[in-house]
């Protein structure tokens, strides 16, 4: 973009480390993978999003207030090169911030992310994501820390007048680990009970990761996601769940006149 972000941390900029190393010719492939990015546009229920054009960190100081909209606007050529536009964003490292969502729905942006309710969870700078904070949102993953349930029903889903829809996170499936293999279980277990939850009382869970987590250990990982999967069939069969993407909740919630309805879809979680 013509405007880009001049972090007070310079560090924060991707701008600055590829000016200052370069891409080396070995990791090309994983920058730009168009085929990639074909087979996902292809896959039926998956949807071509944005995670904002730089990995755009929405909480770190920087000093220019056009910078945000001028990422999402790179983001949105990159995206017309496959005939695509953007209608979901997730923050990067959720650093979730209410004053650029106004720009989100302005760009087209129909719905985003949020961080669950806890207050480990709350969005921070990156130097405030210390280590007891870490520790907490690791613990959770496998043993329940927090009171609130993960899910939660479609009535609570925030949705302001020019605002895209604010879609809460429910759980980070985390990779497999050589050295806590063991750990794996009881949070595929947690994830498959929380998930029951949701569909029996026809609720929203928002389950999430990033595709580079299952590239150093591809078979343990897919083999966990076997696990869910399997268990949202049994879902969708016993308590009718439905799967959406977070595009398809703006489609199937929002009236044209940009309000969120609930009662036809009370039945439903995703």
């Known amino acids: ?35 990639t990015v074909r087979k996902i546009q292809d896959a039926a229920g998956q949807e071509l999003a944005t995670h904002t054009f730089s990995h ?26 496959f005939n695509n536009v953007p209608r979901s964003m997730v923050f990067p490292r959720n650093q979730y911030n209410s004053q650029y969502l106004k720009r989100c729905y302005e760009q087209g942006i129909t719905a985003v992310r949020t961080n669950p309710s806890a207050t480990f969870w709350r969005p921070v700078t990156n130097k405030g994501a210390g280590i007891f904070r870490k520790l907490i949102r690791t613990a959770d993953a496998y043993v329940q820390v927090s009171r609130q349930r993960s899910s939660y029903p479609l009535s609570e889903i925030v ?10 996170a429910s759980r980070f499936l985390r990779p497999w680990n050589t050295k806590y293999p063991f750990v794996h279980h009881w949070l595929l277990q947690r994830i498959c009970r929380e998930m029951k939850i949701a569909a029996a009382l026809g609720e929203c869970y928002h389950l999430w990761w990033h595709p580079e987590n299952f590239g150093d250990h591809p078979k343990e990982n897919m083999a966990g996601l076997r696990v869910l999967l399997e268990q949202y069939k049994q879902c969708a069969n016993r308590y009718g769940m439905q799967s959406w993407n977070m595009a398809e909740y703006a ?5 044209t006149g940009g309000t969120i309805t609930t009662h036809q879809y009370a039945g439903s979680a995703g």
């Open 56 to 81: 755009f960190y929405c909480l770190e100081l920087q000093d220019h207030p056009l910078a945000f909209e001028a990422d999402l606007q790179a983001a949105k050529l990159a995206a017309h090169h």
């Open 251 to 255: 489609s199937n919630l929002l009236t």
């Open 159 to 168: 949705c302001k007048p020019g605002e895209p829809l604010q879609l809460k």
């Open 1 to 35: 973009p013509a405007i880009t972000p001049h972090y007070t941390l310079p560090q924060y900029s991707p701008y600055q480390w590829v000016k200052k190393h370069g891409i080396p010719e070995a990791y090309k492939s994983s920058h730009f993978a168009p085929a």
